[in-house]
């Protein structure tokens, strides 16, 4: 059974940073594509970073630059480094598999930008 937990969220003024991360049991994070995913009040859950098996990552444009992607093999952890953050970006937060699987979604991390 594949659970991931994500932690890390919280609230931070415009500007600032957070660092979310995503624990996972009963999945290798390191051998699968993951992703990190957002979901506003009213909006689509999209996908805002993603890291390949080999280490490549993507990232959706409105993050691209401000967001960074990355993995803890020891850990088995997914980590999302959020800087100079925007209002925009308030959003609950989760980590699945890329593409995400529906069984897989965990409780999310709540991100709120605000002064």
């Known amino acids: 059974q594949v659970q991931l937990a994500e932690s890390g969220g919280g609230l931070v003024q415009p500007g600032g940073s957070l660092r979310l991360s995503c624990a996972a049991s009963g999945i290798i994070v390191r051998f699968n594509d993951m992703g990190w995913y957002r979901q506003a009040p009213g909006k689509p859950r999209d996908v805002v970073a993603r890291?390949?098996?080999?280490?490549?990552?993507v990232f959706a444009d409105s993050v691209k630059g401000r967001f960074t992607i990355s993995r803890d093999g020891a850990k088995n952890t997914v980590l999302l480094q959020m800087n100079s953050l925007k209002p925009d970006d308030t959003a609950v937060y989760y980590c699945?598999?890329?593409?995400?699987?529906?069984?897989?979604w965990g409780q999310g991390t709540q991100v709120t930008v605000s002064s």
């Open positions: 890291i390949t098996i080999s280490g490549d990552t």
């Open positions: 699945n598999q890329f593409p995400a699987r529906s069984d897989f």
